[in-house]
């Protein structure tokens, strides 16, 4: 096959070791493949090869070290090694700036280091996210700029990145890979190296643009739900219905080749895809003359539910007889549940809108580095969710970590002032657990609850 090898052996270049290539090269090492991570960030490249590695993705760390100790993993900022390998996967960063238009610089570094080091029957496959049309408008003229050419010397694709974090290992040999090749070579050789290489049903195109813009529309599609979802647990808690019965019962509903799916409502999104991707697409229509309204309202929804869940607290707290100032103990900082990952935390404005209340705030997480959390949010950081609940009027579990589903608030209960209100901002207590909180003499705020 064109652009990619027959042979029993098969090395990978990933270009772009942070969060998702590194994750990436450490599935991939092993048994006849190689990885080479290439990054230019040195200083990251000596903490992996010093055996440590500052993202947290259960189970990460060790399928590195196993990787690296084997020899079927090397982590380098070397791209010179690269002419030696047969495909190379780009995961370089693609943010957004304030207008909403991808900021490319990462990506375009990257392909100027690879052109002239690109060799005949090499694949190229760009992961990154990316508005459409960059593949051909972008990657590839800068590519060729080194002297080979797409289709007749090296094979080029696209295949978007769509992975859940704190799940992602599991992901990466279990979901289907969607792959848009900019020639048929192309995409017939991208999807025997993901079949080969990770035994996932491939999803192939020979347009390039369409597998673009499939990251985007499933975010898009992600935060839109999600929008909806806050919106309804709004107008739930406005006639004192809980919004998480409405969507149980709402699901059950056969609606094309599923079901209707409304996801569950919170704080409001965060991290680095659900907050970019929707704006990375509108820019992109707006620049062909076309206006999505629906992200607009989607994104301002979401951006609003920290200033909600704020006001959900405000609202018990003058219920139970404290209007002024007090002390807000927030359960979990990280943007989702179950990870450790503050980016773009909704967290951070709920604490913002809280200090500039007046109320004295504390976190914990048991997830989050406590230098990182005091860094990042300006407050103190607990060791135990007992510390950080003394003196508390008001616990709000903010990360729907597996830890707070077993809090033990009997023992909280002795710590906090009393009566205390929980806010459940993404736990989603049990009607068991609300009927429990109540008899211990908490009151139970959730989002819609």
Partial sequence: MRFLPEGTSLSVAVVGFGYVGS????????????????????????EMNAGRCRFGEPGLAGLLAGARE????????????????????????????????????????????????????????LKSTVPPGTMRGLVLPLLEAGGLRQGTDFGLAFCPER??????????????????GVDPDS?????????????????????????EFVKLADNWWIDLNIAMANELAKVCAAYDTDVLDVITA???????????????????????????DPWMVWHAARDHGVALRTVETARAVNDGMPGYAFDVVTRGLAALGRPGPARVAVLGVSFKSDTGDMRRTPVKPVIGALR?????????????????????????????????AEGAACVAVLAGHREFQELDFGDLRSVVEMPCLILDGRAYYSREKIDELGRLGFVYRGIGR
């Fill in 187 to 211: 995409t017939s050789a991208a999807a025997a190296f993901w079949q080969r290489a990770l035994g996932v049903r491939t999803i192939g195109f020979d347009a390039p643009e369409v597998a």
């Fill in 250 to 276: 709402a699901n059950s509903l056969p609606k094309g080749d599923s079901f209707v799916n409304i996801l569950r409502p919170s704080i409001g999104v965060g991290g680095s895809c659900l907050t970019k």
């Fill in 70 to 125: 084997s020899g079927a993993l090397q982590v380098t900022a070397d791209y010179e090694l690269i002419a030696k390998t047969d495909v190379i996967v780009v995961t370089v960063g693609t943010p957004i700036d304030d207008a909403g238009s991808a900021l490319t610089g990462q990506l375009e570094a990257a392909c100027r280091e690879l052109a002239p080091r690109l060799r005949p029957g090499q694949l190229v496959i």
């Fill in 356 to 388: 500039a209340a007046g109320h004295d705030v504390t976190v914990y997480d048991p997830l989050v580095p406590r230098s990182d959390a005091e860094a990042v949010l300006g407050v103190p950081a607990a060791r135990t969710p007992r510390e950080a």
């Fill in 23 to 46: 994750c990436l090269g450490a599935t991939l090492a092993g048994g006849d493949i190689t990885v080479l991570g290439v990054d230019s960030d040195r200083g990251m490249v000596e």
């Fill in 163 to 180: 992975l859940a974090e704190g799940a992602a290992l599991d992901q990466l040999r279990r979901l289907p890979i969607v792959v848009g």
